[in-house]
């Protein structure tokens, strides 16, 4: 039994020296030594980092998403490979060394946006909205174009020379060519050898010419009915209803070139006043002047009536310059 005791003691004191030994050589290696992964690359180690995790995940992300500018994503045929390791305290972690080392080891890719024209590549630019501007830009300055341009992305692995928008619209820009000249619209003219005649062209213009004269009101009454285009036609005067058999005067002084009926404005008289310009009076119950007549302003020419296309008393003003009509109101009520 005793010899067993002296056993068991010596078993003890060894056990005791054992831990003991243990405990300072983890306390050496842990002040002399620390967990890290050695990262290595085609069998070379390039460096150290202390967490794998995000190391791959910073790699990982820039493979799909490139470096957030021109760079869509990177092509790496070998991939790093990780080893659990302990290193001296005096080497530390260089996980930005390590990571430019893999990314450089790849391939980029550029993103562009080419602008195309019937499909063949003519320009590129760095963003989807400078490339939606080149074409919007065009379209509004009417580049002949624009209908056969189109853009799309391309990734290239050269670093392509990418334009501004203002340098691709003006090289792609085709000067739309000159307009044709109107043609002269075919004006009707009626003539009669015992009333003169009548312009009844459609022409209107919404400017404001001068005319050389100052005109009159030849009624007062009500306006009905506006110059201009409406849906169910043009209205090439102003009409200004009051009772029938109201005297109409001249609006400005000048020569009568047409008194008489005349399709849809009923018994019309039409002054000449001169350098162009012309004044109607269309629908009158009565005509008091005749075609050759010099009148003077304000004189009576006619009275009001419901002649031709009318559904009431009133009268038709028309202001004429070279046969085209100008708005009554640029000049009268």
Same mark, same amino acid.
């Given at each position: ?35 890290? %992964? ?7 180690? +390039? ?61 980029? %890719?550029?993103?562009?946006?080419? +602008? ?38 391309? %990734? ?91 005297? +109409? ?31 109607? %009076? ?52």
């Amino acid at each position: 039994m005793r010899t067993i005791l002296i056993h068991l003691r010596k078993s003890f004191k060894l056990i005791i020296l054992l831990v003991i030994a243990l405990f300072l050589i983890l306390s050496m290696m842990y002040f002399l030594f620390r967990p890290m %992964y050695a990262v290595r690359l085609n069998g070379q180690i +390039i460096g150290y980092t202390d967490s794998k995790k995000q190391l791959v995940e910073r790699i990982n992300k820039s493979i799909k998403t490139g470096d957030g500018n021109d760079i869509a994503f990177f092509e790496i045929d070998v991939m790093p490979e990780y080893e659990e390791c302990y290193s001296k305290r005096n080497i530390q972690p260089n996980e930005e060394e390590v990571f430019n080392a893999v990314i450089v080891s790849g391939t980029p %890719y550029y993103r562009n946006f080419a +602008i195309l024209q019937n499909g063949e590549e003519k320009l590129y630019v760095s963003t989807f909205e400078e490339a939606e501007k080149v074409i919007a830009d065009l379209k509004e300055k009417k580049s002949t174009n624009v209908d056969s341009l189109t853009y799309n992305i391309k %990734y290239s692995t050269d670093k392509l020379d990418n334009s501004t928008v203002d340098t691709a619209v003006a090289a792609l820009f085709v000067e739309p060519p000159p307009p044709e000249p109107e043609k002269p619209k075919k004006t009707t003219t009626y003539r009669s050898s015992g009333y003169g005649s009548v312009n009844l062209s459609q022409t209107v213009s919404y400017g404001n010419i001068a005319l050389g004269i100052n005109l009159t009101r030849p009624v007062s009454g009500t306006i009905t009915s506006r110059f201009g285009r409406r849906s169910s036609g043009t209205h090439t005067g102003l009409d200004i209803a009051t009772s029938k058999g109201t005297p +109409i005067g001249a609006a400005a002084a000048g020569t009568v070139s047409w008194a008489a009926r005349r399709g849809g404005y009923g018994n019309l008289v039409v002054i000449d006043h001169g350098n162009g310009v012309q004044t109607y %009076y269309g629908h009158c119950n009565t005509i008091n002047v005749s075609v050759g007549q010099y009148v003077s302003q304000g004189q009576t020419i006619a009275t009001i009536g419901s002649t031709g296309n009318s559904t009431g008393p009133h009268l038709h003003l028309e202001v004429r310059v070279d046969g085209t009509c100008q708005n009554p109101q640029n000049y009268l009520y």
